[in-house]
């Protein structure tokens, strides 16, 4: 298993370049960055989340996801509005440019991703599914264990 750990952080990274801020057609995601994306992403699925929220599911500080927002705000991707439960906490809902922009990326990289395996076996594209799932779930216990000190 060792032997294998090597590739696994090379073809990780290669995906990473691929599908991160360089893109497949030498670009991202429309006018955002992929940290931009994740974030808009975020607040479109979950709707009316916290800026801190936004930055827990991305890994940033609030004040690092505040600078974020900002800049989805400014592009008019995102609003923000005071909680009606909790007047101190900012929620940010996403705009009608929020959502065709992050659905257009979405059914874009959709359809990339359906291209790359449409001639492999049904059961070979479950098999990546379910290595990927493993892979970020374990990613993510293991940002939760750093971010509890246990």
């Not at 974030?39 to 800026?51: G, P, T, V």
């Not at 800049?71 to 005071?82: C, F, I, Q």
């Amino acid at each position: 298993m060792k032997k294998n750990i090597p590739n696994i952080y090379n073809y990780l990274q290669e995906i990473a370049w691929y599908f991160g801020n360089r893109g497949y057609d030498g670009e991202c995601c429309e006018d955002l960055s992929l940290v931009e994306f994740m974030a808009l992403k975020a607040a479109h699925e979950n709707n009316n989340l916290s800026i801190q929220e936004i930055g827990s599911t991305i890994n940033y500080t609030k004040s690092g996801a505040t600078r974020i927002i900002d800049r989805l705000e400014n592009k008019g991707y995102v609003k923000r509005e005071r909680s009606f439960i909790d007047g101190r906490v900012c929620c940010v809902p996403v705009t009608d440019k929020g959502t065709q922009v992050i659905s257009k990326i979405i059914k874009k990289d959709t359809n990339y991703v359906e291209e790359l395996l449409h001639d492999l076996e049904p059961q070979v594209v479950d098999n990546i599914k379910t290595a990927l799932e493993i892979l970020s779930k374990s990613l993510h216990r293991q940002d939760r264990i750093k971010s509890e000190g246990l």
